[in-house]
């Protein structure tokens, strides 16, 4: 499943060298793997057996349309997030009747486009989204199938600006006043009501926090059931936590510390909670991200200058915040290690700081990192960057955004041609 690993002190991809790999490209340079992506949605539709459920990828992990086209491929469903992916999730194949539409902020005509693509279910947020819902079915004469989304006030231990299940969160309506959120719903003429939709977080690594959720969910379903509203979709998320450290290993690598992660998996935790969800005898519906792609893609950077100062090495390298932002905006932390390590020096290990060229302090992959020794000129790869990478790249700093490679065994090829510098400008500079 795992198809990052190193060969004579060379990194491959699949069967792919990957220095070769950013020679004939360039960096900075997302590579993925395409059997990585069908192995990590195989491995996730395998806990639940013959069971009767949708897995609705979810777009915002990594939205690139070669991506798309593997896991629509696999028969899933997918959740999107706006009318942009909406678009790319039809384009990719997916078909409409297996798509739910999230968002706290849908438009009035993202929600037109939705109703008239027959989704599976637009999950509203709030009682004026639902009538605006309600209103626009009927103008278009149809009833848009609807799951309201609830926040369940769940404590996730992740990240505060991942969690989505507090009830200082933005999203979803609070617990305390589903049922009556529900009723009205019911009532509402362009409405069809089918589920209930629920998300606590992101990078979520605790079997205890899923199995709150669910038997939240759980609760609520019934009760709804009691007094007389029939749901059919038990939408359940939570974004299962991936391993981010010790992802390869080589016996010049240092071992990552302590891994804080749980050594729980996508899988473990699912199997857990399932016997929670199908006592609410609904269709089981989740949307994970992360876990599907975050393994699948790395960045590769080439290393600009070395240079030490004020006590501190920095590793000064081709990528900056603007190709890959989780560590300064998440403190987020991935492996980073060198597509070679059998270089002179790769005995050696030293502290760093890894940094980029933007005009930005928090411009940093990795502070105060042990790592192999390594020079102007060679490669690292940022490990795990397969969800939330490109897709929160910017061209911030006037920097054009990163190429993306897919590899499949031996082949590698573009998925997304590097963005030319002169696409920002119009005055010819060389
Ligand atoms: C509503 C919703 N669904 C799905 C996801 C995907 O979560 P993850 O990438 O952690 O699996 C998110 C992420 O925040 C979300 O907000």
Redesign the pocket.
């Known amino acids: 499943m795992e198809q990052f690993r190193y060969m004579h002190d060379r990194l491959w991809c699949e069967g792919t060298d990957l220095e070769e790999c950013a020679g004939r490209f360039g960096t900075p340079l997302y590579v993925y793997s395409r059997q990585s992506v069908i192995d990590h949605c195989r491995w996730i539709e395998s806990a639940f057996g013959n069971e009767d459920h949708l897995s609705c990828y ?1 777009l ?2 990594n939205s690139n349309p070669s991506i798309l086209r593997i896991l629509a491929g696999e028969r899933i469903g997918a ?1 999107v ?1 706006s009318a942009g992916e909406l678009g790319l999730a039809l384009d990719a194949g997916f078909p409409a009747g297996q798509i739910t539409f ?1 968002g706290v902020g849908k438009r009035d005509d993202e929600i037109a486009g939705a109703i008239r693509q027959d989704l599976l279910s637009i ?1 509203a947020e709030s009682d004026e989204e639902l009538k605006v819902i309600s209103h626009i079915a009927q103008e278009l004469h149809k009833r848009a199938r609807v799951s309201v989304r609830v926040n369940f006030d769940i404590q996730s231990d992740t990240h505060p600006y ?1 969690t ?1 299940g507090r009830k200082h969160n933005k ?1 979803g309506v609070e617990s305390s006043r589903a049922e009556e959120v529900f009723r009205e719903a019911s009532t509402l003429p362009g409405v069809e009501l089918l589920g209930v939709h629920s ?1 606590i ?3 979520i690594t605790s079997s205890e926090t899923f199995a709150a959720a669910a038997r939240a969910i759980v609760e609520l379903t019934d009760r709804l059931r009691r007094h007389g509203i029939n749901l059919s979709l038990l939408n359940f ?1 939570g ?2 936590g991936v391993r981010y450290r010790d992802y390869v290993a080589h016996p010049r690598l240092p071992v990552e510390a302590e891994n804080p992660e749980s050594n729980l998996t996508t899988v473990s935790m699912l199997k857990e909670i399932l016997p929670i969800l199908r006592s609410a005898r609904c269709k089981i519906l989740i ?5 599907m792609v975050a393994h699948a893609g790395i960045l590769i950077t080439k290393v600009l200058y070395k240079k030490r100062s004020g006590g501190k090495t920095f590793i000064i390298v081709d990528a900056g915040m603007n190709d890959l932002i989780r560590p300064s905006l998440y403190q987020s932390y991935h492996q980073i290690v060198p597509l070679n390590v059998g270089h002179a020096d790769g005995d050696r290990h030293e502290v760093v700081d890894v940094v980029g060229p933007l005009c930005e302090t928090g411009d940093f992959f990795a502070l105060d990192r042990t790592m192999p020794a390594v020079e102007r000129g060679e490669y690292l790869a940022v490990l795990c960057t397969g ?2 990478g490109y897709v929160l790249s910017s061209n911030y700093n006037g920097r054009p955004k990163p190429a993306e490679v897919l590899v499949d065994a031996d082949r590698s090829e573009l998925i997304a041609d590097r963005e030319p510098v002169e696409k920002l400008f119009v005055k010819r500079i060389v």
């Open positions: 979810a915002k992990a959740d997030g999230s999950n991942i989505t999203f998300h977080g992101s990078q998320g974004g299962f949307q994970p991200g992360r876990s969800a939330y």
